[in-house]
């Protein structure tokens, strides 16, 4: 009965939301999904940002989420991939006013699978609308160039997803040695785990579904994940994700933009965006503090000097008047 139970299909994924008005925001005059878009990236990088792309608005991308979300990273090396996504111009935190006549303060993070360079963001956060488009501009829907299904055909998936795949399955032996399996099968099966990840499960559910109910022995873990891949591929929903990602995000009207904040990604200190080159403030970029303005130190102490040097001529003079006694009158 435990066996017929642990073989029962994965739920749909339900992305952690975060608090209403809060959590990612899609920035506006995106490309289309297409094969390669985190590829100028390193792995790492590249896994937390397909995940990121994959979730919907409002989905919580804070450290500690992404960190359960994604197994295979801790929190400090979720937080370094945020960082090294913001200095590639894909990501930026703000805090902003909810819009439409409130003034309430809410915290956002906008994502652009689009790489995106520090004056695109500057004019984006500031005016509400992508530099050189006019507001309220309406955009026509792209038809998605990759669909799923051909991926699992023909093997050819992301490599940002078989990247992320690779690493879910490189870990599975911590979280149960009898599924520990060698670098050549780990490669071998990182195309049918990207497909699971391309139709909306995250990398704990995959975890999950390779791991739950094994047996007492388990003698050849990649033939055994390879059928759990198989058997509990969850159902088709990439066509619908792939018709919202290829709908870009609404810009809005002229006069409703909220009034925005950048944050360093970082450290969450507020600033300009010309203070925060790719999103990051001085102390997060590893820069030292600038050189206070004004004269050196040596040239204070030489001024310093100068001035008791000429408080000090008075009093001698009259202290050698005093040493010299009374000038007498009658002679």
Same mark, same amino acid.
């Given at each position: 009965?435990?066996?017929?139970? %642990? %073989?029962?299909?994965?739920?749909?994924?339900?992305?952690?939301?975060?608090?209403?008005?809060?959590?990612?925001?899609? +920035?506006?005059?995106?490309?289309?999904?297409?094969?390669?878009?985190?590829?100028?990236?390193?792995?790492?990088?590249?896994?937390?940002?397909?995940?990121?792309?994959?979730?919907?608005?409002?989905?919580?991308?804070?450290?500690?989420?992404?960190?359960?979300?994604?197994?295979?990273?801790?929190?400090?090396?979720? =937080?370094? +991939?945020?960082?090294?996504?913001?200095?590639?111009?894909?990501?930026?935190?703000?805090?902003?006013?909810?819009?439409?006549?409130?003034?309430q303060w809410v915290y956002r993070t906008y994502?652009?699978?689009?790489?995106?360079?520090?004056?695109?963001?500057?004019?984006?956060?500031?005016?509400?609308?992508?530099?050189?488009?006019?507001?309220?501009?309406?955009?026509?829907?792209?038809?998605?160039?990759?669909?799923?299904?051909?991926?699992?055909?023909?093997?050819?998936?992301?490599? %940002?997803?078989?990247?992320?795949?690779?690493?879910?399955?490189?870990?599975?032996? =911590?979280?149960?040695?009898?599924?520990?399996?060698?670098?050549?099968?780990?490669?071998?099966?990182? @195309?049918?785990?990207?497909?699971?990840?391309? =139709?909306?499960?995250?990398?704990?559910?995959?975890?999950?579904?390779?791991?739950?109910?094994?047996?007492?022995?388990?003698?050849?873990?990649?033939?055994? +994940?390879?059928?759990?891949?198989?058997?509990?591929?969850?159902?088709?929903?990439a066509a619908m994700s792939a018709a919202s990602?290829?709908?870009?995000?609404?810009?809005?009207?002229?006069?409703?933009?909220?009034?925005?904040?950048?944050?360093?990604?970082?450290?969450? =200190?507020?600033?300009?965006?010309?203070?925060?080159?790719?999103?990051?403030?001085?102390?997060?970029?590893?820069?030292?503090?600038?050189?206070?303005? @004004?004269?050196?130190?040596?040239?204070?102490?030489?001024?310093?000097?100068?001035?008791?040097? @000429?408080?000090?001529?008075?009093?001698?003079?009259?202290?050698?008047?005093?040493?010299?006694?009374?000038?007498?009158?009658?002679?």
């Amino acid at each position: 009965m435990a066996m017929a139970n %642990s %073989s029962a299909d994965v739920r749909p994924y339900a992305p952690p939301m975060a608090a209403p008005g809060y959590g990612k925001r899609s +920035a506006p005059g995106q490309l289309p999904r297409k094969r390669g878009d985190f590829e100028h990236l390193p792995p790492r990088e590249a896994s937390v940002a397909a995940h990121i792309d994959r979730l919907p608005d409002g989905a919580a991308i804070d450290t500690k989420t992404l960190a359960r979300e994604l197994p295979a990273y801790g929190q400090q090396a979720v =937080r370094s +991939a945020l960082n090294a996504l913001s200095r590639a111009g894909h990501l930026r935190r703000v805090r902003e006013t909810v819009g439409e006549g409130r003034t309430q303060w809410v915290y956002r993070t906008y994502f652009s699978r689009t790489a995106r360079d520090d004056a695109w963001w500057g004019t984006f956060l500031r005016e509400g609308t992508p530099p050189g488009e006019a507001p309220g501009t309406e955009h026509e829907p792209v038809p998605a160039s990759e669909p799923v299904a051909e991926a699992e055909e023909t093997g050819a998936v992301r490599p %940002s997803r078989r990247a992320e795949a690779y690493e879910v399955l490189a870990a599975l032996g =911590r979280t149960d040695p009898r599924m520990t399996l060698s670098a050549a099968e780990c490669e071998a099966l990182a @195309g049918p785990a990207a497909v699971w990840l391309d =139709r909306g499960a995250s990398p704990g559910q995959l975890a999950l579904a390779l791991t739950s109910g094994l047996p007492e022995t388990v003698h050849c873990p990649g033939a055994l +994940a390879r059928r759990r891949l198989a058997d509990r591929l969850p159902p088709e929903t990439a066509a619908m994700s792939a018709a919202s990602a290829s709908t870009p995000a609404p810009v809005p009207a002229q006069g409703t933009a909220p009034r925005r904040v950048m944050e360093c990604t970082g450290c969450g =200190r507020p600033g300009r965006p010309e203070a925060l080159p790719g999103g990051l403030c001085r102390d997060c970029r590893g820069l030292p503090e600038p050189a206070p303005a @004004g004269p050196s130190a040596a040239e204070v102490r030489a001024r310093v000097e100068r001035l008791r040097a @000429g408080l000090r001529a008075p009093a001698d003079r009259n202290r050698g008047a005093r040493d010299r006694g009374p000038i007498p009158v009658f002679g």
